[in-house]
């Protein structure tokens, strides 16, 4: 265990000297804190709304951050080593590859973790000092359930860029990767079950396209933070199929869960192969 915590330091000090642990608390504070008060301004209200409206902004805005944001802390993690070589160095020492990828992941992972809490938690805090009469318990458990949510979400998408810097022969390769991913999980993967709904007019079964969502870690993120809440209404687009999904919230959070480990091993077993 110790050359795994000693490789999650050394990714964990190079996220706070490259300053990225500030810069992603500081942009998730921001935002988190203009959507809490502005996020109703379309409308014509400003203020703060309510904690459904307010999580439910939040997720909306995380589904597009957190993958991407993820993918560019990560996407150079073993491509990157290689072709500075100290892949090579690494591997002269006793430690076997599974442990660099484990310990690259642990100290990414913790990263994004604290940039997480740091972040929403200052939005969360500002709501529990500044709002009249506001529901803490209902505040403690929404905000918990989103932070733990977005967290699980770019953990899955950390894996996600370990298999691309896995199979890239260069940097650059694997940043033309990352972008690719996050465009098709984000943006496109839903509009393709959209045509795909509406292409077929009906004759695609309609028991099979609901659970399609839980092939895009996005979209299970997005059925969790919904379904928290008496928040039917906020389902949009092709999130409405995720109503006609036959499963508890536990389920959803397994499938989130297993989107962080099925990708871990894959990186691993392409790690394994790769010729250093």
């Known amino acids: 265990m110790t050359p795994i915590w000693n490789m999650a330091r050394k990714e964990l ?12 608390s500081l942009l998730f504070a921001v935002l988190a804190l203009g959507i809490a008060w502005l996020g109703a301004a379309a409308s014509g209200q400003l203020g703060f709304t309510s904690i459904p409206a307010t999580v439910a902004s939040l997720a909306s805005l995380a589904t597009f951050l957190m993958p991407l944001i993820a993918l560019l802390l990560a996407y150079d993690a073993i491509v990157g080593e290689d072709e500075s070589g100290t892949l090579l160095l690494l591997l002269t020492y006793p430690l076997g590859r599974g442990q660099i990828l484990l310990g690259k992941f642990l100290g990414h992972g913790l990263t994004l973790a604290l940039a997480t809490l740091i972040g929403f938690g200052c939005a969360m805090l ?7 009469d506001v529901e803490l318990p209902l505040l403690l458990w929404a905000f918990g ?15 996600l860029a370990y298999v691309l810097s896995s199979v890239s022969a260069e940097k650059s390769t694997a940043a033309g990767l990352a972008l690719g991913v996050w465009f098709f999980f984000v943006l496109v993967f839903d509009l393709v079950l959209l045509a795909l709904l ?5 004759q695609f079964s309609p028991k ?6 839980l092939l895009n870690p996005a979209d299970v993120y997005r059925l969790i933070n919904l379904s928290g809440f008496e928040a039917g209404a906020n389902m949009a687009g092709v999130l409405t199929l995720g109503k ?4 508890p919230g536990s389920m959803l959070w397994l499938c989130l869960g297993l989107w962080v480990v099925a990708p871990l091993c894959l990186a691993y077993r392409l790690f394994r192969r790769r010729a250093v």
């Open 126 to 132: 500002a709501i529990a000092l500044l709002v009249e």
């Open 13 to 24: 000090s190079d996220g706070l000297r490259n300053r990225w642990l500030l810069a992603i």
């Open 198 to 202: 509406v292409l077929s007019e009906g």
């Open 145 to 159: 359930r989103f932070m733990v949510s977005s967290t699980l979400l770019g953990w899955g998408f950390l894996g």
């Open 244 to 247: 006609d999904l036959p499963l």
């Open 208 to 213: 099979l396209l609901p659970w399609l969502l």
